[in-house]
């Protein structure tokens, strides 16, 4: 079975601080593909990033950084020097053959920034 | 380039009545998906389409929902009669290619209340 646990249900913090969001996946393909996704409180959701599982190569995209670690199958999301306009609930979610290349979701950690 | 379309943005009906969504995916995408979005739920994947054609919709919740895809650059999600527990945001996604390597792109979502 494929699962995505997003522990996390709420973190609060506040503005400058930096901020990790985890997920754990479970899937017994050894190709899948591992996305988070933002929605705003606007409503839409908007991709951030993909990983395959051949790449543990960690990414950073200015203050966004993705810790990806197949030993602990995690694909964590790290946030520096946070800003009010992070404030969003972001997903996580798996991609993989067992499923049909659908996209598995976790429940979403909804992230408050505070000024 | 224009990204998934869909409309209304808004729908507020009474039960009993049809309802009518829409989706116009991104240019060149040939899988779409109908996915709906409640606090209680989350997200939740209620069909999807390749080549104007449904492979799955496993995810339909009864026979009220119907989703049509009458050619490469346009689809419906219908739900006839609605109810008050349908209300929920109704997204759109599109993605291209067969695997898991791609992304699935999100349109701004209908936000559906039946009162």
């Known amino acids: 079975a494929q699962k995505v646990t997003q522990a996390q249900t709420e973190i609060s913090v506040v503005e400058k601080e930096d901020v990790t969001l985890d997920c754990v996946y479970e899937?017994?393909?050894?190709?899948?593909?591992l996305f988070w996704y933002k929605q705003p409180p606007s409503g839409e959701l908007v991709f951030l990033i993909r990983?395959?599982?051949?790449d543990e190569q960690n990414e950073i995209s200015g203050r966004y950084s993705w810790n990806f670690q197949k030993s602990t199958s995690s694909f964590n999301f790290t946030i520096t020097a946070s800003q009010v306009v992070d404030s969003a609930v972001y997903f996580c979610?798996?991609?993989?053959?067992?499923?049909?290349?659908?996209?598995?979701w976790g429940a979403g950690t909804k992230l408050i920034i505070k000024p | 380039d224009a990204g998934v379309i869909q409309s209304p943005r808004h729908e507020v009906t009474e039960m009993g009545q049809e309802v009518t969504l829409r989706c116009k995916p991104i240019?060149?995408?040939?899988?779409l998906f109908w996915y709906r979005q409640t606090m209680m739920r989350g997200l939740e994947l209620l069909i999807y389409?390749?080549?104007?054609?449904?492979?799955?919709d496993s995810g339909m919740p009864e026979d009220r929902f119907s989703a049509k895809m009458p050619n490469a650059s346009f689809s419906t999600l219908k739900i006839q009669p609605s109810e008050p527990r349908d209300s929920a945001v109704y997204f759109c996604?599109?993605?291209?290619?067969?695997?898991?390597?791609?992304?699935?792109?999100f349109g701004p979502g209908t936000r559906l209340t039946v009162l």
């Open positions: 389409f390749n080549n104007n054609v449904p492979i799955d």
């Open positions: 990983r395959n599982s051949f």
């Open positions: 996604a599109s993605r291209t290619g067969t695997s898991g390597l791609d992304t699935q792109y």
């Open positions: 899937t017994r393909d050894t190709t899948y593909y």
């Open positions: 979610a798996l991609s993989a053959q067992d499923s049909n290349y659908q996209l598995i």
């Open positions: 240019s060149g995408h040939d899988y």
